[in-house]
């Protein structure tokens, strides 16, 4: 497991800044800085899982076998 500087910025909004060092006090604490992070984390992993769905989707989409009858060219 790669170890983490804990001065390294987790996040910035603003003038707002969340160094990784701060950051278990602020998800355990219930802060409102807490509760925007764990709102973005879980929003990034619905985003990812939207992505990823639509990549299966499209590599599904090129996998299909060309229909007969119709040309791929010009």
């Known amino acids: ?3 983490v500087d804990p ?11 969340i160094r ?4 278990i006090h602020h998800l ?3 802060t409102p800085d807490g509760k925007l992070l764990r709102f973005a984390i879980s929003r ?12 299966q989707a499209l590599l599904q989409v090129i996998a ?4 007969p009858g119709k040309r791929s060219g010009p």
């Open 64 to 67: 299909q076998p060309p229909k």
């Open 28 to 30: 355990e604490q219930e």
């Open 20 to 23: 990784y060092k701060d950051l």
């Open 44 to 55: 990034g992993r619905v985003m990812k899982k939207t992505r990823d769905q639509e990549m």
């Open 7 to 17: 001065e390294r910025n987790f996040a910035a909004f603003g003038e707002k800044t």
């Open 1 to 3: 497991m790669e170890k």
